[in-house]
């Protein structure tokens, strides 16, 4: 697989992750259907067989038991793996997540050691802020996290779900290697705030999560009925009524793109994105499907099929809020 640099810190990584959220249920429900570990382990160990060994998890999946899934899957080959963790989500001694930010310097401390724990290591590669807390300073945040770097935890710092000016604010304490956020041809507002525009002033990579627009462009979803009765996606209003409709119509034109070019609909939305120079991590624990996004890495796409990708799905088109009320607050946009 081609590699990439990440920001100017020196940090390379494949062109396309894995996204392992999915892998593990979430609390008393599963994200994504059903989880399988077996098959989830099957599918990072093959990842590192076609090249793909960057892995993206957070200590809130779970909470904590996506991170010892990883243990278990990168066990006696830590130093092949690039891993990639979260903190942020505030989550109490009974393992229990209080639904606050938490960006305290202590807990950020707290956090990281629970992390190295989980993963079974001793450092972590990429560290991210998972949400900024509105109320400590950036600034008391990611100096937290420099310490981190400075004593060995981590190698490097990312943020997620930020805004320019945020990114600018922490970026003068310590370099920001990365920062991650939801981005696909159905979710483009990092692009319209500006937020790409100073990443790339600054020499900031650009992580690229849900970037098959939490499913839809997988174009396995036809109707709402195509998804498990506890998964969370039939609560967002990108699935709800006449958007849901709205948006299987975008898929369509996409899908049929993706036919004429003898490619799937996955692959022509992964292409779309890499070509941008972003990193994808679309997130999968099975191996039929991860075989396939990784292929997408390999796609050459024309400026002419770019030009017809964003007529089908202009800047700006509405596809509905990819979270509920409660969590688009929390996004600091």
């Not at 570990?37 to 779970?62: C, Q, V």
């Not at 996290?145 to 600018?168: C, F, N, P, Q, R």
């Not at 992964?270 to 941008?276: C, E, G, T, V």
Request: with cysteine; proline share 3%.
């Amino acid at each position: 697989m081609k590699k990439v640099k990440l920001g100017n810190q020196g940090l390379i990584i494949p062109n396309i992750g894995l996204g392992c959220m999915g892998m593990t249920g979430f609390g008393d429900a599963d994200m994504y259907g059903k989880s399988d570990e077996k098959e989830a382990i099957a599918t990072i160990h093959r990842s590192l067989e076609l090249g793909g060994n960057f892995l993206d998890t957070a200590d809130l999946y779970g909470p904590f038991t996506n991170e010892r899934l990883i243990a278990k899957a990168i066990e006696g080959q830590r130093d092949e793996y690039i891993i990639a963790t979260k903190f942020g989500w505030e989550i109490d001694d009974n393992e229990q997540v209080t639904w606050k930010i938490n960006g305290e310097k202590e807990y950020v401390k707290k956090s990281v050691e629970r992390s190295l724990k989980n993963l079974k290591t001793d450092y972590i590669d990429l560290y991210y802020m998972h949400r900024l807390d509105k109320n400590v300073p950036v600034e008391e945040t990611v100096g937290a996290m420099a310490d981190l770097v400075k004593e060995g935890k981590i190698g490097y710092i990312g943020l997620s779900e930020v805004s320019s000016e945020t990114v600018k604010k922490a970026h003068a304490i310590h370099p920001i290697s990365a920062v991650q956020s939801e981005y696909s041809l159905f979710e483009r507002t990092v692009e319209e705030k500006g937020v790409i525009k100073t990443l790339n002033e600054l020499g900031i990579g650009f992580v690229a999560y849900s970037p098959l627009g939490r499913g839809f462009l997988s174009g396995n979803i036809k109707t709402i009925e195509d998804l498990p009765e506890n998964d969370f996606r039939r609560g967002i209003p990108r699935f709800q009524g006449e958007q849901f409709q709205r948006n299987i119509e975008l898929v369509e034109a996409i899908e049929n793109m993706a036919k004429e070019k003898e490619i799937t609909s996955s692959q022509l939305a992964l292409a779309w994105i890499i070509s941008k120079g972003i990193v994808p991590i679309p997130g999968t624990k099975r191996r039929k499907y991860l075989e396939q996004n990784i292929a997408a890495s390999d796609i050459q796409l024309t400026e002419n099929d770019l030009a017809t990708l964003e007529s089908i799905v202009p800047l700006g088109t509405d596809t509905g809020n990819p979270y509920d009320e409660f969590s688009m607050g929390l996004l600091d946009y």
